[in-house]
Protein backbone atom coordinates (compact mmCIF):
# COMPACT_ATOMS: atom_id res chain seq x y z
CA UNK A 1 0.00 0.00 0.00
CA UNK A 2 1.33 3.33 -0.61
CA UNK A 3 0.22 6.33 1.97
CA UNK A 4 -2.75 4.22 2.76
CA UNK A 5 -4.62 4.54 -0.51
CA UNK A 6 -4.59 0.74 -1.55
CA UNK A 7 -2.64 -1.10 -4.19
CA UNK A 8 -0.14 0.56 -6.27
CA UNK A 9 -1.40 1.03 -9.90
CA UNK A 10 1.10 0.61 -12.53
CA UNK A 11 0.61 3.31 -15.25
CA UNK A 12 -0.38 2.77 -18.85
CA UNK A 13 3.28 3.11 -20.08
CA UNK A 14 1.74 4.65 -23.58
CA UNK A 15 0.24 7.46 -21.40
CA UNK A 16 3.42 9.64 -19.65
CA UNK A 17 2.10 13.01 -18.12
CA UNK A 18 4.47 14.83 -20.56
CA UNK A 19 2.02 13.77 -23.16
CA UNK A 20 -0.80 15.17 -21.63
CA UNK A 21 -1.80 18.68 -22.95
CA UNK A 22 -3.33 19.52 -19.48
CA UNK A 23 -0.10 18.67 -17.55
CA UNK A 24 2.07 20.30 -19.98
CA UNK A 25 -0.08 23.95 -20.00
CA UNK A 26 -0.54 23.78 -15.97
CA UNK A 27 2.99 23.04 -15.61
CA UNK A 28 4.13 26.23 -17.92
CA UNK A 29 1.33 28.05 -15.92
CA UNK A 30 3.28 27.24 -12.68
CA UNK A 31 6.25 28.37 -14.30
CA UNK A 32 5.35 31.29 -15.22
CA UNK A 33 3.10 32.29 -11.97
CA UNK A 34 6.40 31.74 -10.00
CA UNK A 35 8.48 33.67 -12.27
CA UNK A 36 6.29 36.34 -12.34
CA UNK A 37 5.82 35.89 -8.63
CA UNK A 38 9.31 36.52 -8.03
CA UNK A 39 9.67 39.60 -10.05
CA UNK A 40 6.62 41.26 -8.38
CA UNK A 41 6.23 40.21 -5.22
CA UNK A 42 8.77 43.10 -3.67
CA UNK A 43 5.81 45.68 -5.14
CA UNK A 44 3.59 44.10 -2.40
CA UNK A 45 1.45 42.52 -5.59
CA UNK A 46 1.09 38.21 -6.01
CA UNK A 47 0.35 36.79 -9.57
CA UNK A 48 -3.49 36.23 -7.98
CA UNK A 49 -3.88 39.91 -8.13
CA UNK A 50 -2.46 40.58 -11.40
CA UNK A 51 -5.21 39.80 -14.24
CA UNK A 52 -7.24 41.95 -11.99
CA UNK A 53 -5.17 44.74 -11.88
CA UNK A 54 -3.96 44.49 -15.63
CA UNK A 55 -8.07 44.41 -16.33
CA UNK A 56 -8.37 47.45 -14.09
CA UNK A 57 -5.62 48.94 -15.81
CA UNK A 58 -7.71 48.71 -19.59
CA UNK A 59 -10.63 49.63 -17.68
CA UNK A 60 -11.03 51.67 -14.12
CA UNK A 61 -14.37 51.38 -12.40
CA UNK A 62 -16.01 47.84 -12.94
CA UNK A 63 -18.06 45.82 -11.21
CA UNK A 64 -17.27 42.45 -9.28
CA UNK A 65 -19.25 40.79 -11.60
CA UNK A 66 -17.58 42.56 -14.79
CA UNK A 67 -14.53 41.50 -13.34
CA UNK A 68 -14.93 38.28 -12.99
CA UNK A 69 -16.49 37.96 -16.26
CA UNK A 70 -12.98 39.67 -17.93
CA UNK A 71 -10.64 37.81 -15.48
CA UNK A 72 -12.74 34.83 -15.78
CA UNK A 73 -12.91 33.18 -12.31
CA UNK A 74 -15.83 32.47 -9.92
CA UNK A 75 -17.31 35.37 -7.34
CA UNK A 76 -16.31 33.85 -4.37
CA UNK A 77 -12.46 34.01 -5.67
CA UNK A 78 -12.61 37.24 -6.84
CA UNK A 79 -14.18 38.16 -3.60
CA UNK A 80 -11.32 37.05 -1.69
CA UNK A 81 -8.30 38.45 -4.05
CA UNK A 82 -10.73 42.23 -4.04
CA UNK A 83 -10.40 41.88 -0.58
CA UNK A 84 -7.01 41.39 -0.14
CA UNK A 85 -6.23 43.95 -2.75
CA UNK A 86 -8.04 46.33 -0.67
CA UNK A 87 -6.05 45.50 1.91
CA UNK A 88 -3.09 46.06 0.43
CA UNK A 89 -3.98 49.62 -0.58
CA UNK A 90 -4.16 48.50 -4.15
CA UNK A 91 -7.76 48.92 -4.66
CA UNK A 92 -10.97 51.08 -3.32
CA UNK A 93 -14.84 50.26 -4.02
CA UNK A 94 -17.10 53.56 -4.23
CA UNK A 95 -20.83 53.32 -4.58
CA UNK A 96 -21.75 52.68 -8.34
CA UNK A 97 -23.78 55.71 -9.33
CA UNK A 98 -26.88 54.42 -11.33
CA UNK A 99 -26.90 51.35 -8.92
CA UNK A 100 -26.37 52.27 -5.05
CA UNK A 101 -26.30 48.39 -4.04
CA UNK A 102 -23.42 47.84 -6.32
CA UNK A 103 -19.87 48.91 -5.86
CA UNK A 104 -17.21 50.08 -8.68
CA UNK A 105 -13.54 48.78 -8.26
CA UNK A 106 -10.91 51.77 -8.87
CA UNK A 107 -7.24 51.23 -8.92
CA UNK A 108 -5.87 53.31 -6.38
CA UNK A 109 -3.01 55.88 -6.58
CA UNK A 110 -0.61 53.58 -5.18
CA UNK A 111 -2.05 50.71 -7.34
CA UNK A 112 -1.32 53.34 -10.85
CA UNK A 113 2.26 54.10 -9.72
CA UNK A 114 2.89 50.26 -10.13
CA UNK A 115 1.57 49.71 -13.62
CA UNK A 116 4.82 50.45 -15.17
CA UNK A 117 6.76 47.97 -13.06
CA UNK A 118 4.19 45.55 -13.44
CA UNK A 119 4.08 46.01 -17.34
CA UNK A 120 8.12 45.70 -17.25
CA UNK A 121 7.76 42.52 -15.40
CA UNK A 122 5.12 40.44 -17.41
CA UNK A 123 7.51 41.28 -20.30
CA UNK A 124 10.32 40.19 -18.73
CA UNK A 125 8.74 36.83 -17.75
CA UNK A 126 7.65 36.91 -21.11
CA UNK A 127 11.04 37.28 -22.82
CA UNK A 128 12.08 34.84 -20.43
CA UNK A 129 9.42 32.29 -21.63
CA UNK A 130 9.60 32.79 -25.03
CA UNK A 131 13.31 32.74 -25.35
CA UNK A 132 14.43 31.06 -28.50
CA UNK A 133 10.90 30.84 -30.30
CA UNK A 134 10.79 33.05 -33.50
CA UNK A 135 7.61 35.78 -33.25
CA UNK A 136 5.72 33.44 -35.87
CA UNK A 137 6.36 30.55 -33.02
CA UNK A 138 4.72 32.93 -30.03
CA UNK A 139 2.00 33.90 -32.31
CA UNK A 140 1.13 30.40 -33.45
CA UNK A 141 1.27 29.17 -29.83
CA UNK A 142 -1.17 32.12 -28.73
CA UNK A 143 -3.62 31.16 -32.02
CA UNK A 144 -3.40 27.41 -30.72
CA UNK A 145 -4.34 27.88 -27.20
CA UNK A 146 -6.80 30.39 -28.07
CA UNK A 147 -8.71 27.87 -30.35
CA UNK A 148 -8.22 25.46 -27.02
CA UNK A 149 -9.50 27.76 -24.96
CA UNK A 150 -12.40 28.17 -26.97
CA UNK A 151 -12.75 24.69 -27.57
CA UNK A 152 -13.28 23.93 -24.22
CA UNK A 153 -15.39 26.96 -24.09
CA UNK A 154 -18.29 25.78 -26.66
CA UNK A 155 -18.46 22.22 -24.02
CA UNK A 156 -19.05 24.37 -21.12
CA UNK A 157 -15.87 23.76 -19.26
CA UNK A 158 -15.62 26.25 -16.86
CA UNK A 159 -12.38 28.02 -16.51
CA UNK A 160 -12.98 29.76 -13.38
CA UNK A 161 -13.86 26.55 -11.13
CA UNK A 162 -10.46 26.15 -9.12
CA UNK A 163 -10.53 22.56 -10.15
CA UNK A 164 -7.49 20.52 -9.16
CA UNK A 165 -5.63 19.02 -11.47
CA UNK A 166 -4.81 18.76 -15.22
CA UNK A 167 -6.53 16.27 -17.60
Do not use: W
Request: net charge negative.
Amino acid sequence: MLCGRGPRVMPDPALSRHSLLGYEVNHAARLLANALRERIESLGVVPGQFAQLLALYETDGLTQAQLCERVEIEQPTMANTLARMQRDGLITRVPDPQDRRRSLVMLTSRARDLEPDLVAAAREVIALATQGLTDQQVETFMTTIATVIANLDKVGIDAGADKEGPP
